[in-house]
């Protein structure tokens, strides 16, 4: 059984940053793409980041790019989210994902595993 668990979230200061670690057991992550997204109360659950099974190519939402990079570590079957420049909207629950395939996708239905999330609280 594939399952993933992050780590890394708490409480930030606007401007401060934070990384957020995904780690898997089951199968291994190589032949596939990796995800993250984000959930806030009361809203709908968006795209973050995306990286190629690779990690050769990666993907971002408008709202992040130049402050968040993702990346991953096969061997260690580690995912990773840099978080800089934080924003109070970027409070969130933080999910990591495994794609479906070895290609990047921006929705939820592009992935089929997900971890239990973690709170990252940005205050200003």
């Known amino acids: 059984q594939v399952q993933l668990v992050e780590s890394g979230g708490g409480l930030v200061q606007a401007g401060g940053s934070l990384r957020l670690s995904c780690a898997a057991s089951?199968?291994?992550?190589?032949?596939?793409?990796m995800g993250w997204f984000r959930q806030a109360p009361g809203k709908e659950r968006e795209f973050v980041a995306a990286?190629?099974?690779?990690?050769?190519?990666?993907t971002y939402a408008d709202s992040v790019k130049g402050r968040f990079t993702i990346s991953r570590d096969n061997a260690r079957e580690m995912v990773y989210l840099q978080m800089n420049s934080l924003k109070s909207e970027d409070t969130a629950v933080y999910y990591c994902?495994?794609?479906?395939?070895?290609?990047?996708?921006?929705?939820?239905?592009?992935?089929?595993?997900w971890g239990q999330g973690t709170q990252v609280t940005v205050s200003s």
């Open positions: 990286i190629t099974w690779s990690g050769r190519s990666t």
């Open positions: 089951g199968r291994p992550l190589s032949s596939y793409s």
């Open positions: 994902a495994r794609g479906i395939s070895g290609r990047p996708g921006t929705e939820e239905y592009e992935y089929n595993y």
